[in-house]
């Protein structure tokens, strides 16, 4: 398999759940990024790690908990959400966060589809 | 801070007519600039981008944009709409104030195409 795959493609949770999403990158990349898509706004960063390093975390609340075990992986765990919560979350990667923009380019998966009941 | 601002949220042309999609940009900084698009249920993927080489930038599938420092632009443009075009398209500077691998995206512009 190629790219940057993730599992779940949809999930439902209601708010007392315990649940986790998965991204696999297949590139050789070191650096990997959660996004969060909500309509109508733009796509937010989350979290960003390289080299298995968290190296930015966007005020994100604690409900959200990224786990990056080599850089080939990367979860997001979620417990007690909220219904705002609700969004399409993208997983990206590339090939190192400290590179400038003209030295890389970041590789999305299709997304997880997350409903908050 | 750098920012991008797309100023159409959706766009609908006929096949096989011009596409236009504007973008203009803030910057402090020498930008980064990119476009990315997304298709339903599909992740984003990168049409192309601009670091400071030729200010016309050719891209996949017959898109190009052009770099215009003096009106803070960088507008999406294909001659020719195809019905595969149909999607969301992003424009995105990288905050090089900060660090060179944060992307700031735009709101999206939605491009429809009618037969």
């Known amino acids: 398999e190629t790219g940057v795959t993730q599992t779940p493609r949809h999930l439902v949770m209601g708010m007392t759940n315990k649940k986790s999403l998965k991204c696999e990158q297949h590139l050789g990349h070191n650096a990997m990024y959660w996004y969060k898509q909500s309509a109508k706004k733009p796509l937010e960063l989350m979290f960003v790690y390289n080299f298995k390093e968290q190296t930015e975390n966007n005020s994100v609340p604690s409900r959200f908990s990224p786990e990056c075990p080599n850089s080939s992986h990367l979860f997001l765990h979620l417990h007690t959400l909220q219904p705002e919560d609700s969004a399409l979350y993208l997983c990206a990667s590339s090939q190192d966060f400290r590179l400038t923009a003209a030295s890389y380019e970041q590789y999305f998966g299709p997304g997880t589809r997350l409903t908050v009941t | 801070a750098q920012s991008v601002t797309q100023l159409d949220s959706h766009v609908s042309v006929s096949e096989g007519t011009p596409v236009l999609l504007r973008c203009n940009y803030s910057s402090s900084y020498s930008p980064s600039l990119f476009w990315y698009v997304q298709h339903p249920n599909k992740g984003l993927q990168l049409l192309l981008k601009y670091t400071s080489a030729a200010t016309l930038v050719k891209g996949i599938n017959g898109f190009e944009a052009e770099f215009k420092k003096s009106e803070t632009s960088f507008h999406l443009t294909k001659p020719s709409a195809h019905m595969s075009d149909a999607a969301e398209y992003f424009c995105?500077?990288?905050?090089?104030?900060?660090?060179?691998?944060?992307?700031?995206f735009g709101q999206g512009t939605e491009l429809s195409v009618k037969p």
């Open positions: 995105v500077v990288s905050d090089q104030e900060n660090q060179g691998g944060k992307l700031i």
